[in-house]
Every structure is written in C-alpha cells, then in structure tokens.
C-alpha cells in the first residue's frame, strides 16, 4: 500500500484511459488530475466534478454535482462541452457517478444531496443523445457497475447502505432489483468497481475500508482506505497498477498493488 497523492481537494472518481495513465478529480476545487509517468496535471473544470468515464476515444465523461450536468473534457483541445443538464425541463439532481455499457450507453446516477431523500434516480444517455429515466426512487444511488457479461448492473445506495443488484439490459429500464449486499459503514458505500473475476469492490464511506466481495455477495477482502471515508475506486485493466482508492478524510489517492485487473 502506497501514497501516491495528498492534500487533495476531496478526491472522487479514479478511472484509467487507454495508455493506463490515471485520471481522477478534486471535487471541491473543480479540478480534473491527470498523472502519467508520475507527472502530475490539473485541468480546472470549475463546477464540482465528481465520478469519470472515459470513453473509447479517451474523452473524459464526468458528473458535475454543482451544476447538475454531464460534461466531457478533452485532454487533446483542453476544453470542456457540457452534454447534458436537464430531463424534461427540470434539472439534473446533482449527478453523482457514471459508466458506459458496451453499446457506448452512458448510465448515471442522480442522488440529490440528501442521504434520506428517496427521489434519487438513474438515467441512461444513447450515444444519439436521448436520454431517459431507467430507475426511481431510491435513497442517494451512488456508485454504479456492470458486471463482466453486462447482463447485471450494481448500485450503490448509500442511504440505506445496499448495493443491488439488477437486470441489465441496454436501452431498456432496468428490472428484478435484488439485494446483493449491505455494506456497513458510518455513512455507506460509495463507488463500486469489478474485477475480472467478477469481484465487486466498494469504497465504503465511513468505513476507512474498500471491501470486496465474490460473485454470492460473500465478503473475501478488506483492504484499509488509510482513511475513514474512501470515496472510489478503480483496478487498472491493463494489470500493471493494481487498485486505487480515493479517500477524502485525509485527501489521499492511494495505490494498492494487486495482479488482479479491472474491466473496461
């Protein structure tokens, strides 16, 4: 285990690009940070940049809590363009985390601000741009997953400390929520990541723990956040670099090292 930044600004979202260069933001101080060969950029995006996605094209994809959007960044022009803010003339609630599917369909959740407010949701965003509501009702939906297959999708529901479990199909409203684990925690999870093998990992707010569990939702690892609020995670899927957790208590990005890989 090893400190590969601090003092960071409330990290969130590490997430890898194609080149297995690390990307990740500093939320409270609106900035994106790019390492690369153990060179350190900040990209001020303003705003509050939560979780990352990047796309086949290496765009980065990330939530804006503060300004209730989806916006991508461009390491080549520097530049930002938001892509979308609204759902039927009504704001985004402060979009949380995000992925794509295989189909190139972006999902993310909008939590809101309130852990025990029930009206968080998840969208889906076509590659054409349509966009639509493919879950309600749930408390703070956080961190979100796919599993190898795609045929399951993983949220995180911090409000309740669960993560579920559902049926994932593309383009289509999601079906047969079933509770796959309960995570603990002071606060409850975060962001979730799998492996290659199908292993689910959790930074689990509150907790100073990253907990992995297998395919049953058996718990088969604890690894230590050097921190009590570990707010994501990501393995890298090249098996070079391991795990990384972002944990905002003490604002460290942290490297586990591990020959496990993670999925794209």
């Known amino acids: 285990m090893s400190i590969i930044l601090n003092d960071l600004n409330f990290p969130e979202g590490p997430c890898f690009d194609s080149k297995s260069n690390i990307w990740l933001v500093e939320k409270d101080a609106g900035n994106l940070v790019f390492i690369s060969e153990n060179i350190v950029s900040r990209y001020f995006v303003d705003g509050a940049p939560n979780g990352i996605a990047i796309d086949n094209n290496d765009l980065v994809w990330f939530c804006d809590s503060k300004r209730n959007s989806i916006r991508t960044f461009d390491p ?26 295989q189909s190139g369909n972006l999902l993310f959740t909008c939590p809101g601000d309130s852990l025990e407010d029930n009206t968080g949701y998840i969208c889906c965003l076509t590659p054409e741009k349509q966009l639509s509501k493919i879950f309600e009702g749930m408390y703070y939906p956080n961190g979100l997953a796919l599993n190898k297959k795609q ?10 400390k669960k993560i579920w479990k559902f049926d994932y199909t593309a383009n289509k409203p999601l079906s047969n929520k079933n509770l796959f684990t309960e995570t603990g925690g002071s606060i409850g999870p975060d962001g979730i990541a799998f492996d290659e093998v199908d292993h689910l990992y959790a930074a689990v707010y509150g907790s100073g723990k990253v907990k992995v569990w297998d395919e049953n939702g058996v718990l088969r690892e604890e690894i230590d956040a050097l921190g009590h609020n570990p707010t994501n995670c990501a393995l890298d899927p090249y098996g070079k670099k391991g795990l990384f957790i972002t944990e905002a208590e003490n604002g460290l990005l942290v490297q586990h090292k591990t020959k496990k890989r993670g999925i794209i």
């Open 151 to 160: 045929t399951h999708l993983f949220v995180a529901e911090t409000g309740t």
């Open 76 to 101: 080549i022009l520097k530049s930002t363009v938001t892509i979308v803010e609204h759902f039927e003339n009504q704001a985004l609630k402060m979009p949380n985390d995000l992925t794509f599917d």
